[in-house]
């Protein structure tokens, strides 16, 4: 019964998070980044939410949505009904570019096989 209220409020994170990482102001976030997963502990304390940006450097985007993290806090504390707001840690997914390389040569693959 606990594992599906995590999943659920694992889900209702990563919606709102979604519709908030827009409205952030740092300009070292962009504004195409998207939330892949939300991991929220048992306790409610601590989410680690993974994102994935296609453009921007890396660390300089988890240095922009750390900063941000109060910010982002605050507001996913007055639309979610909790009754503590998990404190947000950020990490970078990387598996949508890792898909895209894996996409790009299995093209290389297939185009080298109708040369031949």
Known sequence: MAGY????I???????LAALLPTVKDPRVPSFISVTAVETTGDLKQAKVYVSAF??????????????????RGALA?????????????????SIKEGMKINRILSDIERKEETR
């Open 5 to 8: 209220r995590i999943a659920r």
């Open 10 to 16: 694992n889900e209702e994170i990563k919606k709102e």
């Open 55 to 72: 453009e921007g450097d890396e660390k300089e985007i988890l240095k922009g949505l750390k900063s941000s993290a109060g910010y982002l």
């Open 78 to 94: 007055s639309s979610l009904r909790l009754r503590s707001t998990p404190e947000l840690l950020f990490a970078m997914d990387s």
